[in-house]
């Protein structure tokens, strides 16, 4: 079975033929690496550049099936089962990735993923949804658990794919920048919010800590269940402010990015180290400290299950020790479990492998099902509009982007990066929306060739920030 590679998320495809393509980037000049798909299966969210094809299928064939269970929802006839709940929000994430993808310059900024977001609870919004889908869907999502599924997978994997030479050689250095960045950036947020009247610890759990967690899945979405725990709400009441500022973030980011490849144009340094023009780091012959292996990709189903197995066990861990010591959520648990059993070798190198596996199984298949998913449950439009419309909401989100940014480029410039690619990762990718926010502010950047380290900064930072917010929750009332 394989697995498409993370950098592959909510962009074009190849065909078999070819190693890789280019396609426009936001500017003049600027282009798409496109990694190639895994044998000659192609892979999940194709654009349809290249053919007329939906979630990866031939549209006759996504025709028939979308049109297979439209008919049985209208009928009141979808089954309210998980498998249901997969074959629906699979084939509506296919059809905003493709819709999204089908527009050359917006898409760089995001568009499929906005798409997936905000549409469905837009057309639900509307009435125009189905009732007996959006149970479904709603069900499948919360009732049978499907969100608890996709972050759990996504934080074992994430951790334990990371080699464990790398957490102990470049971590400190690295380190750096990303905790730093981090500090300053709830630090200095949470104080606006507080002078503004937003409030302090309003203004780093509803702005900062979602926008920093580097995506969606350890970022707004189980930090909305983490408040409902905290306050006894639900999740639904603070999933709209959360994904608006994810978003929202995002596009400051790729905005950033492309000001930094301006200034790279111009061929100035405005102080020593300021730009490495894609170097990161200003020693020699040091590269190799935070260098990740390649990616593998192909696995096997066993070793998926493997995965699955040791997700799941790090789930029940979680829940476990929470039940005992309630301080701090499930998924905090399950990170530190992880990373204890990745610093210290617990677990032979191919579970590790096998759970890396299933990570990123479902990092590049599942992600436009969780969004649709998460659309219909908890995002309430009347809500993100109010967010929307909020002069206040809108400038701590900008100022969350900038002083990360400004924060990393310069604590990464004290331990000898170059601070504008200091500033590009971890800053500008620990705000973007993960996966596929990375593609695009690196290429808005000209700096795709540091996708390596947007991948470390996601690992490393997304499961701090999560860790870190499930301290402050407490304080949320």
Known sequence: MSTSPRTTEFT?????????????????????????????????????????????????????????????????????TMVVGFATTIL????????????????????????????????????????????????????????????????????????????????????????????????????????????????????????????????????????ASATGGDSATFMGDLMSAVVMANVVCILIAGIYNGLGKRKKQLFVGFNGHGQLLRIKGRSDELTLPPKRDTSSFIALGKGLLIAGSLFVFGNLMAAFLPGMHPYAWAIIAAAAVKIFGLLPKDVEDSTADWGDLIGAVLVPALLVGVSLTYIDITDVLASLSNPLFILLTICTVVIATLTSGFLGWLVKFNFVEASITPGLVMADTGGSGDVSVLSAANRMHLMPFAALTNRLGGALVLFVTSLIVPFLT
């Open 92 to 227: 509506l994430g296919g059809l905003f990735i493709w819709i999204g993808n089908l527009f050359p310059v917006v898409r760089d900024f995001g568009l499929p993923t906005i798409l997936c977001t905000f549409a469905p609870a837009t057309l639900a919004f509307l009435g125009l949804m189905p009732e007996n889908l959006v149970t479904v869907v709603q069900n499948f999502i919360d009732g049978h658990g499907f969100l608890d599924f996709f972050v759990v997978g996504i934080i074992a994997g994430s951790i334990l794919g990371m080699p464990r030479a790398l957490l102990l050689k470049a971590g400190p250095r690295f380190a750096v920048p990303v905790v730093g960045c981090l500090i300053a950036t709830f630090g200095l947020v949470g104080l606006i919010a507080a002078l503004t009247g937003f409030g302090f610890i309003e203004g780093i759990l509803f702005v900062a800590a979602p926008i920093m967690a580097g995506g969606l899945g350890v970022g707004a979405l189980p930090m909305s269940q983490m408040y």
């Open 12 to 80: 074009n495809e190849t065909t078999d033929d070819a190693m890789s393509e280019t396609t426009p980037g936001p500017a003049a000049g600027i282009e798409h690496p496109v990694a190639r798909t895994v044998g000659s299966r192609p892979g999940t969210h194709y654009p349809g550049r290249l053919g007329f094809k939906i979630a990866g299928i031939p549209a006759p064939l996504y025709l028939v099936l979308a049109a297979l269970v439209l008919t049985a929802a209208l009928t009141g006839n979808l089954p309210d």
